[in-house]
């Protein structure tokens, strides 16, 4: 080995060697944090949509579905979704698995969360009406907003054919529902960096599960308890997506 080969090599080593810099450390912590939020927020349309039924069940009075309930049902739906104890976040590592972000914004989350459901009872628990538009979008609308009002990080629900024009994608989301809608189902997101560099927007995809198809599925056009017509879709179609916005303040 001659002696500029040598240094090229110590050169190379001692690149990398080196720890990554700052900006791209926080932009893995930012993501990683945003994609925890998205997955928290989609755990907590799934445990709305599993209590659908009892919701909407025009008969019975109390229904149990207090807020405590559903924030032990929103713990152990995250832990499948995610692997990670909520209950035990306050003692957890910090680590790249969970952030320091993580752990301030994923509790905020849950508290959004549960004071819609505590917020919700009235509605909840009102016998004689069965449809009480308290379904997976309208919590992650609230918790979204609460959380979103108390935090720098902005969340928003999202669909190509969005039931409320609050959801509408913009262009950006549009073509990444787009190019979601056209490939298989992945446990994939997007994410790119906005205003120069000073923001991360990570948008993850989120499917119909079986629950989902008595409002979204067949038959295609025929009004379903909200009156709005089916769309016809069926089991693991991509069915819209949480888009998650924060800032980065290293950059």
Same mark, same amino acid.
């Given at each position: 080995m001659n002696s500029r080969t040598m240094v090229k090599t110590v050169l190379m080593l001692f690149v990398l060697l080196q720890p990554p810099p700052t900006w791209a450390v926080e932009r893995a912590e930012v993501e990683e944090t945003a994609r925890l939020l998205a997955t928290l927020l989609e755990s907590g349309r799934a445990v709305i949509e599993?209590?659908?039924t009892?919701?909407?069940?025009?008969?019975q009075g109390e229904k149990g579905l207090t807020p405590e309930l559903f924030e032990a049902e929103l713990v152990r739906e995250f832990r499948v979704k995610s692997g990670i104890d909520l209950t035990a976040l306050p003692t957890a590592p910090v680590s790249l698995v969970i952030p320091p972000l993580a752990k301030e914004l994923l509790p905020a989350l849950v508290q959004a969360g549960r004071e819609v459901v505590r917020d919700a009872q009235v509605v909840i628990n009102q016998r004689? =009406?069965? &449809?009480?538009n308290f379904?997976?979008?309208?919590?992650g609308s609230q918790a979204s907003a609460r959380f979103s009002k108390s935090s720098h990080?902005?969340?928003k629900q999202t669909a190509l054919d969005a039931r409320n024009p609050k959801n509408e994608p913009d262009e950006y989301e549009a073509s990444v529902l787009k190019w979601l809608a056209?490939?298989?189902r992945a446990e994939a997101y997007v994410s790119e960096l906005t205003e120069e560099g000073k923001t991360l927007r990570v948008v993850m995809p =989120?499917? &119909?599960?079986?629950?989902c198809l008595a409002c979204h599925g067949e038959p295609k056009g025929v009004l379903d308890i909200s009156g709005y017509p089916r769309e016809g879709h069926k089991e693991g179609d991509l069915a819209g997506a949480i888009t998650v916005t924060a800032p980065l303040n290293n950059r």
């Open positions: 599993r209590n659908q009892l919701i909407d069940d025009p008969h004689g =009406i069965g &449809y009480k379904i997976p979008a309208t919590w990080v902005r969340l056209a490939r298989p =989120i499917y &119909y599960a079986k629950d």
